[in-house]
């Protein structure tokens, strides 16, 4: 296969990319930097500065391997890679991710080059970031652990935080509770040890798939990942619990979570914007790493980079509108703002035909996953995309005593910080923005399009130029 072709799926082949038809968004430090907050902070200056470049570090602390990071912060390239413009981002992603393509398995995986086993497992050689100061330790944050489940056999994807304690031990956080946090219950219950395969490396549609939550038990993630692919996902098997992994990865680190073992994780500056001491305090220990010869490392920059945010925001976005048009077709769209740590409100946009629809999709939306707390849902008129817009409805549309809903006792994220310390519920809310059906409503004001640009012209004409 041509490499081109093969390097489709993979990290490199998204960095090729990137600077063939977008180089004003490859950034490449070639200097010596400082693992030690440095990479974060730079990531974050660029934020500020409105740009969203993949960065790749070629020398953090004088280390040969480079980092790379950033690659998942522009909707304008993860667009590109699903070869569509940014506005039909969203609705793309939604689309694919529904389609399951079987895998397809090969043997000559691209990171069989260097084997290293045993003592020889030293993982504290890696080029990886300590992101902020309340970090424990140094963090993998761009490790896809891929595991079975114990009673099925389906296998899973996600991303979850590691934390560097030793040559071959990593402390890890399977808080989110999903797949890979049930896989390792069932694995405890019989007393087992799970086996897991850790992924470095990967192309940004797999990050992408791999936050899907919404599926049947029986379909892979990587049949997801090849939907989005448009092609089916290559794997190969690796060295532990017969597990397949991305064939194209820069690096895999074969090892089990332990059963039975609970130790100190964190704190790590999360995506809530704070230190996150909450975890599950797992245990990963690793008995080999495979690796590319010339391989990368990459990173996801933490806290509330868009790194680590923006594909949340898409994922739920799209999952969300999913959800609500099964049963409600007159939804327009959704919008879950980084503001809100890309999880925890949801705005809905609806052309309202009847009362009590509102109501129908708070309930939708609380029910697709513990992250989503609160939802507004407002009328077609309102910009969801523009949080002063919300506001404006929310201020002139709603009557607290009875727009207001509130749920309490739910079962809320670990890492929200308002969830109960000690069994994580919380109360979710949904508030009904939306006018009255069916008569007569304070008439909103309106500046026209045509007289817009009436006065547009005139104002290029005053010498102001849009
Ligand atoms: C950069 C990044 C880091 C994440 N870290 C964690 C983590 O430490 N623990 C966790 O449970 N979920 C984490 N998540 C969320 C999971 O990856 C996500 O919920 C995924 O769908 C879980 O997959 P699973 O169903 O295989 O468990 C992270 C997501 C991102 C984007």
Redesign the pocket.
């Known amino acids: 296969m041509p490499s081109k072709d093969r390097d489709r799926q993979t990290l490199r082949g998204f960095l090729g990319m990137v600077q063939e038809h977008y180089p004003r968004d490859f950034l490449r430090i070639a200097e010596t930097v400082d693992s030690r907050l440095v990479p974060t902070a730079i990531v974050f200056e660029l934020e500020r500065q409105g740009r969203d470049p993949v960065v790749v570090f070629d020398r953090l602390d004088g280390k040969s391997m480079p980092c790379v990071t950033n690659i998942a912060a522009s909707r304008t390239l993860l667009a590109a890679c699903l070869g569509v413009p940014p506005a039909e981002l969203p609705t793309a992603f939604r689309e694919r991710c529904q389609t399951y393509i079987p895998c397809e398995t090969v043997t000559d995986p691209a990171w069989d080059e260097v084997v290293i086993e045993g003592e020889a497992v030293d993982l504290a050689l890696l080029p990886i970031p300590y992101q902020f100061t309340v970090d424990a330790a140094p963090y993998i944050?761009?490790g896809q652990?891929t595991a079975r489940d114990p009673e099925t056999g389906v296998d899973?994807?996600?991303?979850?935080?590691?934390m560097l304690k030793g040559r071959n031990r990593l402390g890890?956080?399977?808080?989110?509770?999903?797949?890979?946090?049930?896989?390792h219950r069932r694995a405890e219950a019989r007393g087992q040890a799970l086996p897991v395969a850790i992924t470095i490396g990967i192309h940004p549609l797999h990050?992408m798939g791999?936050?899907?939550?919404a599926y049947p038990p029986n379909v892979r993630?990587f049949e997801i990942i090849g939907g989005l692919f448009g092609e089916p996902y290559r794997l190969a098997r690796c060295g532990v619990g017969d597990l397949e992994v991305p064939a194209g990865a820069e690096m895999i680190i074969e090892g089990e979570i332990l059963p039975d073992v609970r130790e100190p994780e964190g704190p790590f500056g999360e995506?809530t914007g704070y230190a996150s001491f909450r975890s599950?305090q797992n245990v990963f220990v690793a008995h080999r790493i495979r690796m590319r010869r010339d391989a990368m490392f990459h990173s996801?920059t933490?806290g509330m980079s868009k790194?680590?945010i923006l594909?949340?925001c898409i994922t739920r976005e799209g999952e969300i509108l999913n959800a609500l048009r099964r049963n409600l077709p007159n939804v327009k769209a959704v919008h879950v703002p980084h503001s809100t740590c890309g999880a925890f409100v949801a705005i809905v946009s609806m052309k309202k035909t009847a009362e009590g629809e509102p109501q129908m999709a708070i309930m939708a939306a609380l029910g697709t996953e513990l992250y989503t707390k609160y939802v507004i849902v407002v009328d077609d008129d309102v910009d969801i995309f523009d949080i002063n817009d919300v506001f404006w409805a929310i201020a002139t549309r709603v009557r607290a005593e009875k727009d207001i809903v509130l749920i309490p006792g739910v079962k809320g994220a670990i890492l929200d910080p308002s969830s109960d310390p000690t069994d994580f519920t919380l109360t979710k809310m949904g508030i009904d923005a939306t006018r009255p059906a069916g008569r007569d409503f304070a008439e909103r004001l309106v500046i026209g399009d045509e007289d817009r640009a009436r006065a547009r012209a005139i104002l290029e004409r005053a010498g102001l130029q849009a």
């Open positions: 944050t761009a652990l899973t994807t996600g991303f979850h935080r590691l890890v956080s399977l808080h989110s509770r999903r797949r890979m946090y049930e896989f990050y791999s936050m899907v939550y993630k995506f599950t996801v933490s790194d680590h594909v949340s």
